[in-house]
């Protein structure tokens, strides 16, 4: 089991932190990677590696692969801050990510935890990977605002928990 904020969310898995602008993510992923013996840190945000040992990505083709050469590994958890940049990718490269994701979760025994930022669309806040994304994730945490202080729920897939 991994702790996200007090809930207790399944291994093997898609775990998305959803979280609004100048939400500090990447202390949230460090405080989670404190609870695993494997972790592996992908930014490509920038702010993650300030935090803990992080492996730089900047372009679609490093993180292709920089996925693929976790093929190599077993058991351990992933986190990715950001992948909104998938977003703005054609379907069949985004397509290409989730297949790896999936592939490492299933074959490498893998957690995948993946920070989503949010844009404003028509005066609301929308998670900017969207709904494809939305489809294949195991558990999403929400992060908010209540006053002044942040505050988390979950929601989980219902085909996961079957």
């Given at each position: 089991?991994?702790?996200?904020?007090?809930?207790?969310?399944?291994?093997n898995?898609?775990?998305?932190?959803?979280v609004?602008?100048?939400?500090?993510?990447?202390?949230?992923?460090?405080?989670?990677?404190?609870q695993?013996?494997?972790?592996?840190?992908?930014?490509?945000?920038?702010?993650?590696?300030?935090?803990?040992?992080?492996?730089?990505?900047?372009?679609?083709?490093?993180?292709?692969?920089?996925?693929?050469?976790?093929?190599?590994?077993?058991?351990?958890?992933?986190?990715?801050?950001?992948?909104?940049?998938?977003?703005?990718?054609?379907?069949?490269?985004?397509?290409?990510?989730?297949?790896?994701?999936?592939?490492?979760?299933?074959?490498?025994?893998?957690?995948?935890?993946?920070?989503?930022?949010?844009?404003?669309?028509?005066?609301?806040?929308?998670?900017?990977?969207?709904?494809?994304?939305?489809?294949?994730?195991?558990?999403?945490?929400?992060?908010?605002?209540?006053?002044?202080?942040?505050?988390?729920?979950?929601?989980?897939?219902?085909?996961?928990?079957?």
């Amino acid at each position: 089991m991994i702790i996200v904020d007090g809930h207790e969310l399944r291994r093997n898995s898609i775990i998305e932190l959803c979280v609004l602008p100048n939400m500090m993510v990447h202390r949230i992923m460090a405080e989670i990677g404190r609870q695993v013996t494997d972790a592996v840190f992908v930014d490509t945000v920038g702010n993650l590696r300030f935090v803990t040992d992080a492996i730089y990505v900047l372009s679609y083709r490093k993180l292709v692969k920089t996925l693929l050469s976790l093929r190599s590994r077993q058991g351990f958890v992933l986190f990715i801050d950001s992948m909104t940049f998938i977003a703005d990718k054609q379907v069949p490269d985004a397509q290409k990510i989730y297949n790896i994701l999936w592939e490492l979760i299933y074959v490498n025994d893998a957690t995948v935890i993946v920070s989503n930022h949010y844009k404003v669309h028509q005066s609301k806040l929308v998670p900017r990977l969207g709904v494809r994304w939305e489809m294949m994730v195991s558990y999403k945490v929400m992060f908010r605002y209540v006053k002044s202080k942040v505050i988390s729920s979950v929601h989980s897939n219902e085909l996961f928990e079957r």
